[in-house]
T-cell receptor, first 112, second 119 residues
Framework: GESVGLHLPTLSVQEGDNSIINCAYS??????FIWYKQESGKGPQFIID?????DKRQGQRVTVLLNKTVKHLSLQIAATQPGDSAVYFC???????????FGTGTSLTVIP | GAVVSQHPSWVICKSGTSVKIECRSL??????MFWYRQFPKQSLMLMAT?????????EQGVEKDKFLINHASLTLSTLTVTSAHPEDSSFYIC???????????????FGAGSRLTVL
């Protein structure tokens, strides 16, 4: 499988602050990336995706940035809320583009 | 739309028995489904790609005879853990590719997962 890693395994932020979660991927052939949120005991939920022909994509309160030069992804969450507390994974589609490989995950804790 | 259902959500079995986990796409057809395994506080590890009407494609290091995958229809894939042992205890999550609203690409939609505990 591919190797997708994260710089920060845990992150604590104050409610209302912005959060930034980082991810490094290893396969330069990956051309599609997704951020997932996983709450305890549940399956991952889609947050936002980005193709390699873009370097930024915005959603509702979330922004994904892609730097292909250094093979780095980040997820920015604006005005973080307690409900944002979860583990966040980035995933890349690898060589064939048909499978998705996940990074190690970052546990985000929002402090009220 | 794009709901993936897994059953059972939690199963406890004795060592040596086999356990089947079902993954269904409820409102869309999925020619390809994926099975992941997740240990506590770890990431999701891709086990295999389940292809409707053909053999599954296993990732390196995953025992094909241990983890039997069947994808008999466009809405159902099953994972059977054969002769389960305590080290097989894990969270098994399936997903299906859904061509939907997200940037026109095929996004993976995940089931809620099935927790297997082998005594």
């Amino acid at each position: 499988g591919e190797s997708v890693g994260l710089h920060l395994p845990t992150l604590s932020v104050q409610e209302g602050d912005n959060s930034i979660i980082n991810c490094a991927y290893s396969n330069s052939a990956s051309d599609y990336f997704i951020w997932y949120k996983q709450e305890s005991g549940k399956g991952p939920q889609f947050i936002i995706d980005i193709r390699s022909n873009m370097d930024k994509r915005q959603g509702q309160r979330v922004t994904v940035l892609l730097n292909k030069t250094v093979k780095h992804l980040s997820l920015q969450i604006a005005a973080t809320q307690p409900g944002d507390s979860a583990v966040y994974f980035c995933a890349e589609n690898g060589d064939t583009g048909n499978q998705f490989y996940f990074g190690t995950g970052t546990s985000l804790t929002v402090i009220p | 739309g794009a709901v993936v259902s897994q059953h059972p959500s939690w199963v406890i079995c004795k060592s040596g028995t086999s356990v089947k986990i079902e993954c269904r796409s409820l409102d869309f057809q999925a020619t390809t489904m994926f099975w992941y395994r997740q240990f506590p506080k770890q990431s999701l590890m891709l086990m295999a790609t389940s292809n409707e009407g053909s053999k599954a494609t296993y990732e390196q290091g995953v025992e094909k005879d241990k983890f039997l995958i069947n994808h008999a229809s466009l809405t159902l894939s099953t994972l059977t853990v054969t002769s389960a042992h305590p080290e097989d205890s894990s969270f098994y999550i399936c997903s299906a590719r859904y061509s939907g609203r997200h940037s026109g690409a095929n996004v993976l939609t995940f089931g809620a997962g099935s927790r297997l505990t082998v005594l």
